[in-house]
């Protein structure tokens, strides 16, 4: 019976563990990433013989790797390098949970290494506020140049119609002006 305009179950349901926060469509492919290992090497095995760490964060990293180079489909499955990425992580962290893992991951890095890293990168980001627009597989992968960007629209008229009319992997030689950008 709802009090107050709220219902009871609300005030509950709240407090508990959200799964509304998770994307059913990554879920899913997750799942198929799950399903291809279960039926590869039996389904929950991490939870029975003990999996080591470093082989399942080189799968998440290979997969990482893969789809940062371009590569966003797994050959050998047909899924989404990035879902597999996760599975391998769900592997992992299920098998900790469960107290069915390796520990094989290096020593740990001493905190005043992170400490420098920290402070280095506030250096250099002070040093270097304006960054320059970085070269990305939209932009450069295609051959397509949106003289609209930042990098290119600085180019004098004559540059800019040079690159335009620039087919695919052409070089373009710039004037000195505009090498200076």
């Not at 960054?131 to 629209?153: A, L």
């Amino acid at each position: 019976m709802e009090q107050g305009g709220v219902n009871p179950k609300d005030a509950l349901g709240s407090a508990k563990n959200p799964h509304g926060c998770i994307s059913r469509a990554v879920l899913a492919e997750v799942g198929l990433a799950m399903m291809e290992g279960a039926r590869k090497y039996g389904r929950h095995n991490y939870r029975v013989s003990p999996v080591r760490a470093e082989v399942y964060n080189d799968a998440c990293n290979r997969h990482v790797d893969a789809w940062w180079e371009g590569e966003d489909i797994d050959p050998d499955s047909g899924l989404h390098h990035l879902s597999k990425a996760i599975a391998s992580l769900f592997v992992i962290r299920d098998a900790i949970i469960q107290g069915c893992w390796y520990d094989d991951r290096p020593p740990k890095t001493p905190p005043e290494h992170w400490e420098y890293i920290k402070k280095a990168t506030t250096g250099l980001l002070e040093k270097y506020p304006e960054s320059k627009p970085p070269y990305t597989e939209k932009e450069h992968g295609q051959g397509v140049i949106d003289i609209d960007h930042p990098r290119h629209s600085r180019y004098c008229p004559e540059c800019q119609e040079a690159i335009l009319n620039a087919k695919d992997g052409e070089a373009v030689l710039v004037c000195g002006e505009c090498t200076k950008l």
